[in-house]
């Protein structure tokens, strides 16, 4: 979930609130276009890649014989647009949705069982958006996220001969760092916006607790009940271990929050790509950033380091699908049929299969796609993932936990308090729930 993601967790978030889910209009406002044609509109997301889902959609209108899209445009961090429509019953048809969110309005969404896509959805990205034999959504694209090296820099100081991945440890970690740090060069640069630090480097603090989903669920019912302390939760100790050794370490180590409030992770990309460090703890959306400021560079991603420990979840890049695609059950049937027709082009042919590649800098989530992936980054995430050694993130959860528990994350990045601080923030967050 990069900078631009951030938005639509907000958004939907405060547009559940403010409709219970179901208490909000249920029409789409969409009307059949003057050629006889369904006109429908969608949110397919924002941000750094409107352009390019504008473009996707073009071309998915031209080739359509029944359908015309509309592009719902929503820059990150604007819930207002959403909320009109949900309060006006003009609802987008097609819709983006972060896990937990989609989760809560299952009750207002189409079963997509019976699209073609869901028998090649790749293993671990479907089963979040299923409910006993129905499917709510379908994968939109795989991300992950890790440490992003830059080859240059390695080569420099450690050798070519050197391959990232033997860092497998904590102790690895740091010795390399300290070997980087010794040839004048910061080891990493460490983004600390909310999101990035609750929802992503910290993702072990639940990820972590098990590789079963239902055992993670049943740690998150812990602490909901008051019975969980997470301050003398090994895995939560070993998290905040890390971190330590990253903050210790951190190009801005001096002042880390210098852009802790800043959605746009160009500034962190800087300092790797000009090589002032060796290492940047970001998802493969920063290929964008990266090779818009140094597109002959050399980018790969290694996992982060959680312990000194062999096995899970060491050694396992972390892979979340940031949206589903949803259909909203208020549109009419001919919008239904459309709407599936939207999401089988992004989700089942060259086309949709090239922007999650090329613009998104993603992985298809289904195993039946054909185009290859080059850009590194992605290519480390998929190679990580052919071989196994993935772990999915746990990501049933919104906006206000990333808000409540990144703020307790971005005091303890800065001194102002200390772990056990952080789990009572944890723990208060989600006794609220």
């Known amino acids: 979930m990069g900078a631009g993601m951030k938005g639509v967790w907000v958004m939907l978030t405060a547009v559940f609130l403010l409709c219970g889910l179901t208490a909000c209009g249920g029409g789409s406002g969409e009307t059949a276009a003057e050629d006889g044609k369904v006109r429908i509109r969608a949110y397919l997301g924002g941000g750094d890649l409107s352009e390019k889902i504008d473009a996707m959609v073009e071309d998915f209108n031209a080739q359509s014989d029944s359908t015309i899209v ?146 993670q669920a049943e740690f998150i019912e812990t602490l909901k009940s008051g019975e969980g302390n997470l301050a003398e939760n090994r895995m939560f100790n070993q998290v905040m271990d890390t971190l330590d050794i990253l903050r210790e370490y951190n190009y801005f180590k001096e002042n880390p929050l210098l852009y802790a409030n800043d959605g746009d992770t160009t500034k962190q990309a800087r300092v790797i790509t000009s090589g002032d460090a060796a290492f940047w703890f970001q998802g493969n959306w920063g290929s964008t950033a990266l090779e818009a400021l140094d597109p002959e560079g050399e980018y790969g991603m290694i996992p982060l380091p959680i312990s000194n420990d062999e096995g899970y979840p060491n050694e396992r890049i972390a892979t979340l699908v940031p949206l589903y695609l949803s259909i909203f059950d208020g549109a009419s049937e001919e919008q239904k049929e459309a709407g599936k027709e939207l999401i089988e082009f992004i989700t089942q042919t060259e086309r949709g299969w090239d922007f999650v590649v090329n613009d998104a800098k993603g992985i298809p989530a289904y195993d039946n796609a054909s185009v290859e992936v080059e850009n590194g980054i992605a290519k480390s995430i998929l190679d990580y993932q052919r071989a196994g050694k993935t772990k999915v993130a746990y990501m049933a959860n919104t906006a206000d936990h990333y808000v409540d528990t990144g703020a307790a994350l971005q005091r303890y990045m800065d001194g102002q308090i200390g772990r056990e601080e952080v789990a009572q923030a944890y723990e208060a967050y989600w006794r609220a729930k």
């Open 70 to 215: 509309e592009v719902v445009p929503m820059p990150a961090d604007t819930a207002s647009m959403i909320t009109v429509m949900f309060n006006s019953g003009n609802t987008p048809v097609v819709m983006a949705l972060e896990t937990g969110d989609l989760l809560r309005a299952r009750d207002r969404l189409v079963d997509l069982s019976d699209l073609e896509a869901v028998q090649y959805a790749s293993k671990g990205t479907i089963e979040a958006a299923e409910d006993g034999e129905a499917v709510y959504g379908l994968p939109y694209r795989i991300e992950g996220m890790g440490l992003i090296y830059n080859r240059a820099v390695l080569d420099e100081v450690l050798g070519k001969d050197f391959e990232p991945d033997r860092i497998r440890t904590q102790e690895d970690l740091r010795a390399v760092f300290e070997e980087i740090q010794a040839a004048g060069i910061a080891p990493v640069v460490l983004g600390t916006q909310d999101w990035s630090l609750s929802t992503h480097l910290t993702t072990d603090i639940y990820t972590g607790q098990s590789e079963s989903p239902r055992e």
